[in-house]
């Protein structure tokens, strides 16, 4: 029996997008739970710089390196976590990117870019981990939403879209993936402080009007985001499937 509900100990966790931001945060947050982290990105050096912080503060983290829209990468991939540290118990779907301009100036390439990364990619890795959750009769699959996914700015349509699809994929897997005792949650992080955003925190003008427009009067700090995951990763949230939960310093309800 683990000492309290939020204990992640002999779990093995994947999060892709991990080498910074809210991705390590959320790594770092579940390790500190117990649970093994595999840390995704693309670049190597960024993702071993990232593992070995969390290893010199004792925590197992490890790498894996794919690009999440290439299938078969992703399937290689997931094959090799399982034979080196056992099935992924919970995936962290958090890789995104983020294009910003006029809705009539974007291409083709930027549309099929955007969703591939931040809608098909989070399909791609679920059903590569699949096998293993369904066979063991549990799993946790945590995708990053978006405030996006339920709200709209001007210049960031084709991401709008994408993170919409993300609430919709979370409750189609969650109502079908039920029965096999596996849960799909979402978290929907509003304007936190990230790389993906910093062309928006140095600019002064979006800058005050995030601080306005939050009631907490403030960007979020990545590693707030963690207990959210934490909790949805772990047996607490055994009864809790399909839902997209907002962290987002109260933007969403405020007028
Ligand atoms: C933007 C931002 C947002 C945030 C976040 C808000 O350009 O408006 O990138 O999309 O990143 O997704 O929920």
């Given at each position: 029996m683990s000492a309290t509900p939020f204990d992640l100990t002999g779990r093995v966790a994947l999060v892709t997008g991990a080498s910074r931001g809210l991705g390590f945060a959320i790594a770092r947050g579940l390790a500190q739970a117990g649970a093994t982290v595999l840390l995704n990105g693309r670049k190597p050096a960024e993702l071993d710089a990232a593992a070995a912080k969390l290893r010199a503060e004792g925590l197992a983290a490890d790498v894996s390196v794919f690009d999440v829209t290439q299938r078969d990468a992703v399937r290689a991939a997931?094959?090799?976590?399982?034979a080196q540290h056992g099935?992924?118990?919970?995936l962290v779907n958090n890789a995104g990117?983020?294009?910003?301009?006029?809705?009539?100036?974007?291409?083709?390439?930027?549309?099929?870019?955007?969703v591939a990364t931040n809608?098909?990619?989070p399909f791609i890795v679920s059903q590569a981990v699949l096998p293993g959750m369904i066979a063991a009769r549990r799993g946790k699959i945590i995708?990053?939403?978006s405030l996006m996914s339920e709200l709209a700015r001007p210049t960031v349509v084709p991401y709008t879209a994408a993170k919409g699809g993300v609430r919709q994929l979370t409750r189609g897997m969650a109502v079908e993936l039920a029965p096999y005792g596996i849960q799909v949650?979402?978290?929907a992080p509003g304007y936190f402080a990230t790389?993906?955003?910093?062309?928006?925190?140095?600019?002064?003008?979006f800058n005050a009007w995030v601080c306005k427009r939050t009631p907490a009067g403030r960007w979020g700090d990545p590693p707030e985001i963690a207990g959210l995951a934490v909790f949805l990763a772990s047996s607490a949230a055994d009864y809790m499937t399909g839902q997209m939960l907002v962290m987002d310093g109260g933007m969403s309800v405020a007028l």
């Open positions: 997931v094959d090799a976590v399982a099935q992924v118990d919970i990117i983020q294009r910003r301009g006029p809705l009539v100036d974007f291409t083709a390439r930027d549309w099929d870019d955007i809608l098909t990619a995708h990053i939403a949650n979402a978290i790389e993906m955003n910093r062309a928006l925190i140095d600019n002064a003008e």
